[in-house]
């Protein structure tokens, strides 16, 4: 790989993180930049065949049900895998913490480390734009592969 190519690629990586918040700009950045040289010398990435068929999507409870989620952080990012599947590109985290509620798991103390904590995995971005003024966040492509891997033996 030039290094024309290497230096490009890291121009494209810092101006798509440069909206993210300073504590998660550095590991969005890192995961970024991995996934465009990585495209780079493979060429652009074709999305690997699914092992298990993902089930109809249904709501957010019993779609939680057909996961083996062991954590927060994994039933956050299913939130978010759902409402993208379901047409929300982006939620806010009163959205999640409703989506929390309405499928009967327990509310974080503290919902912004939690979802912190989904961005410092690499499954979890800050959206590009704020939702009705709210800070949102969407769900990345490995996000989802990772969501797809929680499905259930049936």
Same mark, same amino acid.
Request: aromatic letters at 4%; charged letters at 30%.
């Given at each position: ?6 230096? /490009? ?5 810092? /101006? ?5 918040? &300073? &504590?998660?700009? #550095?590991? @969005? ?10 495209? +780079? ?6 999305? @690997? ?15 939680? @049900? ?9 039933? =956050? +990012?299913? =939130? ?15 959205? =999640?913490? /409703? ?8 509310? &974080?103390?503290? &919902?912004?480390?939690?979802? #912190? ?12 734009? @704020?939702? +009705?003024? /709210?800070?949102?966040?969407? =769900? ?7 969501? +797809? #891997? ?5």
């Amino acid at each position: 790989m030039e290094a024309s190519s290497v230096r /490009d690629k890291i121009r494209q990586a810092v /101006d798509i993180v440069s909206e993210v918040e &300073p &504590p998660y700009r #550095g590991p @969005a950045f890192q995961v970024i930049l991995e996934a465009l040289l990585r495209e +780079e010398a493979s060429g652009p990435s074709v999305a @690997a065949p699914r092992t298990r068929p993902m089930p109809d999507l249904g709501g957010v409870n019993e779609f939680l @049900a057909t996961l083996n989620v062991r954590t927060l952080q994994d039933t =956050i +990012e299913a =939130i978010l895998y759902h409402g993208l599947h379901s047409g929300v590109d982006r939620m806010t985290r009163d959205e =999640i913490m /409703d989506a929390l509620a309405r499928a009967r798991r327990p509310r &974080p103390k503290n &919902p912004w480390d939690a979802i #912190g904590k989904c961005v410092r995995r690499g499954h979890v971005v800050d959206a590009p734009e @704020a939702k +009705e003024g /709210d800070k949102a966040w969407q =769900i990345t492509p490995s996000g989802e592969r990772y969501v +797809e #891997g929680l499905v259930t033996a049936q």
